[in-house]
């Protein structure tokens, strides 16, 4: 009997182990190479003011994740903003796509007390990077994009991490397959970078007050553009053995086409982990009069991508302008008095009064300014719908932005609608 007993326990030993060990070998449906890039704005009461670029590399390989995460600085002077989230991942996914236990090592001591420990979240969704003071490091949501099959080791780049050089070898994550996807591509960036030097010689015409606040970040992201673009004539041109150039010579585009070129505004809901970007498009409604459309998109959204749209008429697009300046005026004046307590304070209510009486068929529009317990900043922009309000709420750099952004919008699609709005006599009377 006891033979027999052994048997079936033997039996049963074997079967388990071979069920097991086909589960751990089986190929995982997340198997391949994923990369986020995005920037991580630290709280006002940080050593670093501008934020840090974080890029996230990540080799999903039978459910096992490793990678790594490194940030370059941005351009801030004070040396540990170089040595945050730098570090090795490691951990796994579940069937669901839901990350499990992934760690980050950060590779510097002070780092490692203060910056990124861990992920957390779904691949198909929104996942977190959690730090250790989220007075400093506050938890930041991000996307994360699979580039590529598996194929090349991601190993050679992590036991080689401390030799990395960003942007060179890690900024660049996808491949094309002909001359006329490089051309595109080359062509796109290019395309960004006269968006902006339009908008730069547009806010230069501007009162002194947003020509100071605005030209340094619009500067700081032509530089960053035109090194991607030197990275990719050269990625390029040694993959297709041939010079491969930007074709575009000018911009020269309808305020709809600049809506398309100018790059997408990020923002996030407070309170989760959703995020997502944002558009202008001028438009004129069926009534004759000139509104300037924000579009807030998901860009997780397999079918409607377009998940809440508001109208800002003309007559107040100055006022907008003026209160997403008002974010970062009001930031400083925080970050002076070392403010760490929760205070919003509405910088625009349109229509004007509405944003206090908030009740059934009444509709209105806030920009929000917001101070946090940590001592970070963020504009929101805030509808409401009766007693319902829907807010996204933007870092200070991307307010800043969007004013630059609006500022263009403006001037030119204000410029189309008086042209389209002429008569054929106005528009002769030009030429005298």
């Known amino acids: 009997m006891s033979k027999i007993v052994s048997l079936i326990r033997l039996l049963v030993f074997s079967s388990t182990f071979a069920l097991g060990s086909s589960s751990v070998l089986a190929e995982s449906n997340w198997d391949g190479k994923y990369n986020s890039s995005f920037p991580f704005q630290m709280s006002r009461a940080s050593v670093c003011p501008k934020y840090l670029p974080i890029d996230i590399e990540i080799k999903i390989e039978n459910s096992i994740i490793s990678g790594f995460i490194f940030n370059n600085g941005g351009g801030n002077s004070a040396a540990f903003c170089k040595l945050y989230h730098n570090g090795e991942i490691k951990g796994s996914i579940d069937s669901e796509g839901n990350f499990v236990d992934v760690k980050i090592k950060q590779k510097d001591g002070h780092s490692r007390k203060y910056s990124s ?187 409607e991508k377009v998940r809440d749209s508001i109208n800002i008429p003309h007559e107040n697009i100055n006022q907008v302008i003026d209160a997403l300046l008002k974010v970062d005026e009001w930031t400083e004046t925080a970050q002076e008095n070392n403010l760490t307590r929760n205070v919003r304070k509405t910088a625009l209510c349109i229509p004007t009064g509405r944003c206090n009486n908030k009740k059934p068929g009444v509709v209105s529009t806030e920009i929000i300014f917001q101070v946090y317990e940590d001592g970070s900043t963020a504009g929101r922009i805030q509808r409401n719908k009766g007693t319902f309000s829907t807010g996204y709420n933007l870092s200070v750099e991307s307010s800043v932005l969007l004013s630059a952004y609006l500022t263009y919008m403006r001037d030119t699609g204000s410029k189309e609608f008086n042209i389209g709005n002429m008569s054929d006599d106005e528009v002769r009377s030009l030429f005298n």
């Open 117 to 303: 420990y861990k992920i957390t979240g779904n691949i198909n969704s929104n996942l977190k990077l959690i730090s250790k003071s989220k007075k400093y490091h506050p938890t930041s949501a991000f996307l994360i994009k699979k580039y590529d099959d598996l194929g090349s080791s991601i190993k050679s780049k992590l036991s080689n991490i401390e030799n990395i050089k960003y942007p060179e070898e890690v900024s660049i994550k996808f491949s094309v397959k002909s001359q006329v996807e490089a051309q595109k591509k080359l062509d796109d960036v290019q395309s960004s970078i006269d968006m902006y030097l339009a908008i730069s010689s547009v806010v230069k015409k501007q009162k002194p007050d947003l020509v100071k606040r605005v030209l340094r970040i619009v500067n700081e992201e032509i530089s960053k553009l035109n090194k991607e673009k030197n990275q990719l004539q050269a990625k390029f041109s040694k993959q297709f053995a041939t010079p491969i150039r930007p074709t575009n010579k000018k911009l020269n585009r309808t305020s709809f086409r600049a809506s398309e070129t100018f790059p997408k505004i990020p923002f996030y809901i407070p309170g989760s982990n959703e995020i997502g970007e944002m558009i202008t498009i001028p438009r004129v409604t069926e009534e004759g009069f000139l509104v300037y459309r924000l579009d807030f998109l998901d860009p997780t959204s397999t079918y």
